[in-house]
């Protein structure tokens, strides 16, 4: 097998999990949500994506489609003022913006459907990456330079990205102990604890106090869909 990614962190999770035995699905999803730890300007699980599969005993090839979905409130104006005009950065940088993300259902049901090995156990590298934190590199701390304007904003996100009133620099250590737990819930859960559980419940809460349009009962309809 051969894992190609452009985190190096991410690739040894995948690595690893080919090593004990893993398939390919297992390794993509346990690289899916090392990403969201280890590349945290692209790695997701409040986003979505694609994943394409061919499974070489039955020669069918399967595109899963686990992108984000607007919510039920979202309407073709939303993004515009009183007068038509575009609000700046609304549709970017805004609770307004969120689609209802799709990364944990995806990956959860491409394992599901496609892995060998059970969610807590490809989620466990993901996991201890959080908790233990690695060294930034300089590609990151280039990226939380280039995204401070907007990271600033947020006290959640300087409490994670920031020391000392700056983003990180290339050689601090990065620990995401929330993140860690949100993935141990979702280990043990598995995409129940996203959709329905307490996270579900923190993420409509957070949407209800920030004028974002996602709700519990958009959380609960996520669908993937396989094509």
């Known amino acids: 097998g051969m894992v190609a990614l452009e985190q190096q962190l991410a690739s040894r999770i995948g690595l690893e999990v080919l090593k004990a035995g893993g398939n390919a699905i297992d390794a993509a999803v346990a690289i899916g949500f090392g990403l969201a ?47 038509k005009n575009v609000i700046e950065g609304q549709s970017l940088y805004s609770h307004a913006a969120v689609g209802v993300p799709g990364t944990v259902a995806g990956l959860a049901h491409a394992l599901e459907r496609w892995g060998s090995m059970p969610l807590a156990e490809v989620m466990q590298p993901a996991i201890m990456l959080a908790q233990k934190g690695y060294m930034v590199s300089e590609t990151l701390a280039k990226g939380l330079r280039y995204a401070a304007d907007n990271m600033k904003k947020w006290s959640a996100t300087r409490a994670i990205f920031w020391k000392n009133g ?45 004028g974002g349009r996602i709700t519990l009962e958009d959380l609960k309809n996520y669908r993937v869909i396989e094509r």
Do not use: C
């Open 37 to 83: 730890v280890a590349l945290p300007n692209a790695g997701n699980i409040g986003g979505g994506g694609f994943m394409l599969v061919y499974d070489a005993r039955t020669g069918r090839t399967t595109a899963l489609d686990f992108r984000e979905m607007a919510p039920a409130a979202a309407t073709r104006d939303m993004y515009l003022d009183a007068a």
């Open 166 to 210: 700056a983003p990180l620099k290339a050689g601090d250590r990065l620990v995401q102990k929330d993140l860690a737990e949100t993935l141990q819930l979702i280990a043990r859960d598995g995409a129940r604890a996203f959709y329905e559980g307490e996270l579900a419940h923190k993420i409509a809460a957070d949407m209800a106090s920030n």
